[in-house]
């Protein structure tokens, strides 16, 4: 079966654009969560989504960060006013439901602002 | 609040030796850890988690992790290295509280095993 997807692979912007990133999650996993990992670090928690809604978003940077998931399954982060500090690869994973199963990570996208 | 320590930047280790990539962690309450794998330009991928029982967990190919509750622990190990096996490492631990089940990940540690 597909692994989690993600478009696109790569993202150049200009400072101040607003750009929009996908995540299509593995068939059946209800939940889905968005990281970021920057140059020489790991991953760092965004957001997550249970079903539609999302259940924890306490790592979103800021207000300019949103992520919408709106029927369950495909997902949109979405990214107003881009600066440079955004530049780094955007990874989304899925698991099945909400116990401690392991999540599985697409192949990120990975957003330049210029 | 939780956290995952990787001491190590890097581990070099010749083929057919044992390799061992540390981890400790922080958390309240019950750990859930966990040992993620990321070649060059691919996703990570999962190898083994802890959840209870067992203190020795087998993952995939033939890595196994130690959980040492006293030393808040869990090293990554294998018995015998490939050159295969060069790539970036990545613990991460999890708590149960409420409906909050993100990862933390430590920085990575990058594996070099040479022939």
């Known amino acids: 079966g597909a692994g989690v997807s993600q478009t696109p692979s790569n993202k150049v912007t200009e400072k101040g654009k607003y750009v929009e990133l996908r995540c299509d999650p593995i068939?059946?996993?209800?939940?889905l969560y968005w990281y970021r990992q920057s140059l020489g670090q790991g991953p760092e928690f965004l957001i997550y989504?249970?079903?539609?809604?999302?259940?924890?978003d306490s790592g979103l940077p800021n207000d300019r960060f949103f992520a919408v998931r709106p029927e369950g399954s495909v997902s949109t982060l979405k990214i107003q006013r881009t600066e440079r500090g955004d530049s780094a690869v955007y990874l989304c994973?899925?698991?099945?439901?909400?116990?401690?199963?392991?999540?599985?990570f697409g192949p990120g996208t990975r957003l330049t602002v210029l | 609040a939780q956290s995952v320590a990787q001491p190590e930047d890097q581990v070099n280790v010749a083929e057919g030796n044992p390799l061992t990539v540390k981890c400790t962690y922080s958390?309240?309450?019950?750990?859930?850890l966990f040992w993620y794998v990321q070649y060059p330009n691919r996703g990570l991928q999962f190898l083994l988690k802890?959840?209870?029982?067992?203190?020795l967990v087998k993952g995939s190919y033939g890595f196994e992790a130690e959980f040492n509750k006293s030393q808040t622990s869990f090293h990554l190990k294998k018995p015998s290295a490939l050159v295969s096996d060069s790539a970036l490492y990545f613990c991460?631990?999890?708590?149960?509280?409420?409906?909050?089940?993100?990862?933390?990940f430590g920085t990575g540690t990058r594996l070099q095993v040479t022939l």
């Open positions: 991460a631990v999890r708590d149960y509280t409420g409906t909050a089940s993100k990862l933390t």
């Open positions: 802890y959840i209870t029982g067992d203190n």
């Open positions: 068939s059946g996993h209800t939940a």
């Open positions: 958390v309240s309450g019950n750990p859930y």
């Open positions: 994973a899925s698991s099945l439901g909400q116990g401690v199963n392991e999540q599985f």
């Open positions: 989504f249970q079903g539609t809604g999302a259940a924890d």
